[in-house]
């Protein structure tokens, strides 16, 4: 039976995010991101077409690195201004019944106390729609915005990560039983007092004393979303991830980091298929090729591949601004998103050829055509890339997805490679169908009560 595709809306919570430039198309709404019914109509959009989620990408530093400023960045909004995506899910969780929703939230950006129960109450409020896109973060000005001298090295990043997860499966799957909330009025007993315990945690990054501040919610911890390839990344994923991004420029990379992922989920004592990957893309479709070619160029006279290139400055800690079109560059072992840096050097990639790659201002692949050759593409991706599903980015919004909606979505059911209506329960239960909680063989469920791990 063929693999059904999974697909995410790849989004944030400002103007421009992965396709830059784009915002000043006329029929763009994205300057509309800080209205509230922008969000919600564009829930309603996503559940209509039954996606699984609508990802929200955040960073909490700025893009400082291409010629040395952020005057690009603020003149095309790369990224900035931005907003923050934890204050979208509520109102856009009370126009759906199905769309999930994936946060990003940076590890070195929060207290693991008081965002334990953050993200408990947006499951709360979500009814279990909630995951969370774990970041270590690679911008040193997010660093210095909060005080510190720059960014920390790469790898001890996900050492701090690593025992932040521990320190919150403790305090979302341990500090309260199943059944410690009775809501008893003939007994005057809401939760019995001893079926909720303390948390004591004392570790190289994190102390902490205290019960988590929420009762359980359904799915308890959230759906672990990760997006690092790097060595030290896949290692992090290998232990906490359910779901993977990955940046692939083509089938064949996807295939050899979706089997990477995979087998690292095998070797930390979980399942192969324990893990749901997503490769981000980018689709243009229309009624025909020639039409679908024709809104490709139109978009592409507005987008900014400039303001693409100062992303990719921001990703690698390199500014191209200093670098002939054809000249070689330089690619040094970084502090930044190691999987780029690393694809760049191995490629020989110069700034004309990064350059090439972003006419409509972004790094993804594109898709271009009518449905069944964007449906056709999206198949090869999943049966040779060997990947789940998609994160869809936008392109012009909202028309992009309401194209894919009522072009592709349809073909794609009637070849029974994707859903007809929202299957049951939590967003965890829908992707992997083994419940609302994460199960017995991950790490979380060490810290259960009985489980035997403080």
């Known amino acids: 039976m063929a693999k059904e595709i999974l697909l995410n809306a790849f989004n944030m919570n400002c103007v421009g995010h992965i396709n830059h430039g784009l915002w000043t198309h006329p029929r763009d709404r994205s300057s509309d991101y800080t209205r509230l019914d922008y969000w919600t109509s564009l829930a309603a959009t996503l559940e209509r077409g039954l996606f699984d989620g609508l990802f929200l990408a955040d960073i909490v530093g700025v893009y400082d690195v291409y010629q040395q400023s952020v005057d690009l960045t603020l003149r095309e909004s790369i990224q900035l201004p931005v907003n923050d995506p934890l204050m979208l899910v509520s109102a856009m969780a009370a126009v759906t019944k199905g769309l999930g929703f994936g946060v990003t939230v940076n590890v070195h950006a929060e207290e693991p106390y008081i965002f334990a129960r953050r993200l408990s109450t947006l499951d709360h409020l979500t009814d279990g729609r909630i995951g969370w896109n774990i970041v270590t973060g690679y911008l040193d000005s997010a660093a210095r915005a909060v005080g510190q001298v720059a960014l920390a090295e790469h790898d001890s990043r996900y050492d701090r990560a690593d025992e932040c997860l521990d320190l919150l499966y403790a305090l979302w799957e341990g500090s309260w039983d199943d059944d410690a909330v009775r809501r008893d009025r003939a007994t005057r007993v809401y939760a019995d007092p001893a079926k909720v315990r303390k948390i004591r945690h004392e570790g190289t990054y994190f102390k902490a004393e205290g019960y988590h501040l929420s009762e359980p919610s359904r799915q308890r911890t959230p759906v672990l979303y990760q997006a690092g390839t790097s060595g030290r990344g896949r290692q992090f994923a290998a232990r906490h991830a359910e779901c993977v991004f990955i940046s692939s420029p083509e089938i064949a990379v996807a295939r050899t980091a979706s089997r990477a992922i995979r087998q ?120 040779e890339g060997e990947v789940d599903g998609f994160n869809l980015a936008r392109t012009v919004t909202p028309e992009s997805y309401e194209d894919f909606i009522a072009l592709v979505v349809p073909l794609l059911q009637e070849r029974g490679r994707y859903k007809t209506a929202y299957g049951e329960a939590s967003l965890r239960n829908r992707l992997f169908g083994e419940g609302d909680r994460l199960p017995a063989r991950h790490p979380a469920a060490g810290f259960r009560a009985g489980a035997g791990q403080s």
Not at 278 to 297: C, I, S
Not at 330 to 347: H, I, P
Request: hydrophobic share 40%.
């Open 264 to 383: 690292g989920a095998a070797e930390a004592g979980r399942r192969p298929t324990d893990v749901r990957i997503f490769a981000g893309l980018t689709v243009v479709v229309d009624r025909t090729e020639k039409a679908a070619r024709e809104k490709y160029e139109d978009y592409a006279r507005h987008a900014s591949p400039e303001a693409g290139l100062a992303h990719f400055s921001a990703g690698t800690g390199i500014d191209f601004s200093q670098y002939e079109l054809d000249e070689p560059i330089t690619y040094g072992k970084g502090n930044f998103v190691q999987t780029s840096v690393d694809l760049a050097r191995e490629r020989g990639w110069t700034k004309r050829t990064i350059l090439s790659g972003m006419a409509l201002g972004g790094r993804y692949p594109l898709i271009v055509g009518d449905a069944n050759q964007v449906a056709d593409a999206l198949e090869a991706w999943i049966d």
